[in-house]
């Protein structure tokens, strides 16, 4: 079997990842070059995202602050074609409503909420304007990266838990306005075992870190973390034609956890 007859190919299409040089961003990279796309990697972090680009067959990476519009903007002027935007990047934060502060609760909002609309709206035109050559144009795609934490509530996430939620709202807001032109859905992981689950546990709970561990895995009853590579692979399928009538929709993966 050839690659082009395999499903969920992504071949001459163009994929942009937010937070691309880590986690499940890394992971979603690695997939989307997989089937086949072009990948740009963008990245805070420009020495992981070039080192990530250079194992790929077809990618490059991009300097990118979400929270910068001066910084989107530079970005979005490097591209010239664009089929497929992941927004990844996000941050984490432990508080009830009494203890997070304002500075804190501004600081998750910029990064996991303004930052996709920024971004969005950045790139809107390239993800509009379709595959370049096509007689019928590819509505674009939108693959938002949301969190079982946006569609329930989880103890001391207040802020977390808000951002996520309106992550949620968005991806179906944007589905209702471009309903023929864009397809724009959310996935929403549960816990997933990545760098940014290792960086909440050494800030928050560094004295119970495997303690703490330990009921991540409970409250997911399949019983363990998720993996990268699974959300990686929910985001090639969401963004393959396989899922071509798949719009405004919440793909949870999160082993079970929303269920129980």
């Known amino acids: 079997m050839t690659d082009q007859t395999q499903p969920f190919r992504l071949d001459k299409r163009h994929a942009l990842v937010t937070g691309g040089a880590s986690g499940i961003g890394e992971a979603t990279a690695k997939e989307l070059s997989r089937a086949g796309a072009f990948v740009w990697i963008a990245d805070i ?5 070039d080192s990530l680009a250079a194992s790929l067959p077809a990618a490059q990476a991009l300097t990118l602050d979400v929270t910068s519009p001066a910084s989107i903007a530079a970005a979005a002027a490097h591209l010239k074609h664009l089929d497929i935007l992941v927004n990844n990047a996000g941050i984490g934060h432990v508080g009830s409503i009494e203890t997070t502060l304002p500075e804190d609760f501004d600081r998750v909002l910029d990064v996991n909420v303004r930052s996709i609309y920024l971004v969005t709206r950045a790139f809107l035109p390239l993800l509009l304007a379709g595959q370049s050559g096509e007689e019928e144009k590819r509505p674009g795609v939108i693959v938002n990266i949301a969190s079982a934490a946006g569609l329930v509530g989880v103890k001391q996430r207040f802020a977390y838990c808000t951002s996520k939620g309106a992550v949620v709202a968005m991806t179906r807001q944007l589905a209702v306005d471009y ?15 990545t760098p940014f689950v290792e960086g909440y546990l050494e800030k928050f709970h560094k004295h119970n870190k495997e303690e703490t561990r330990a009921e991540l895995r409970a409250r997911q009853p ?11 692979s929910m985001v090639r399928y969401v963004a393959s034609d396989e899922a071509a009538f798949i719009s405004g929709s919440l793909l949870t993966i999160d082993g079970g956890w929303t269920a129980s």
């Open 45 to 49: 972090n420009r020495p992981a995202a």
């Open 179 to 193: 309903p023929k032109t864009l397809r724009v859905n959310a996935i929403c992981p549960g816990t997933v075992q």
């Open 222 to 232: 399949i019983g363990r973390l998720g993996k990268p590579q699974e959300i990686a």
